[in-house]
């Protein structure tokens, strides 16, 4: 079954890697971060993660492409850049949501 679905779990894979950036630099992430910041981080884990989920069932059943690895590469990094927006300290501003910060 994960055979006939490749397909489609990495272009659901690329659409939540698209939908995280287009959110990013629409400044739509900013707004609803500004509203709520777990909002926006529950919303960036959610695409990021889903992302990198579906790029592993897709390289799973797929046979060997470029884009399932593409879209693992760039959801990773989008997971590394949402702990560092969102949950590590800047230049002495505290992060946004303080689980790790004292």
């Known amino acids: 079954m994960i055979k006939r679905n490749a397909r489609s779990l990495s272009v659901m894979g690329i659409v939540f ?3 995280y950036i287009i959110l990013f630099l629409s400044t739509g ?7 709520n910041p777990w909002f926006g981080f529950l919303l960036c884990v959610f695409l990021s993660v889903g ?15 470029i884009t399932p690895y593409f879209t693992l590469l760039l959801s990773f990094l989008l997971m590394l850049f949402t702990i560092f927006v969102f949950l590590l300290p800047e230049a002495g501003i505290p992060p946004a949501i303080p689980l790790f910060y004292d």
């Open 29 to 35: 992430l900013n707004k609803i971060a500004v509203y």
């Open 17 to 19: 890697v698209s939908v």
């Open 51 to 65: 992302g990198f989920i579906l790029s592993l069932l897709s390289i799973i059943g797929k046979r060997t492409r």
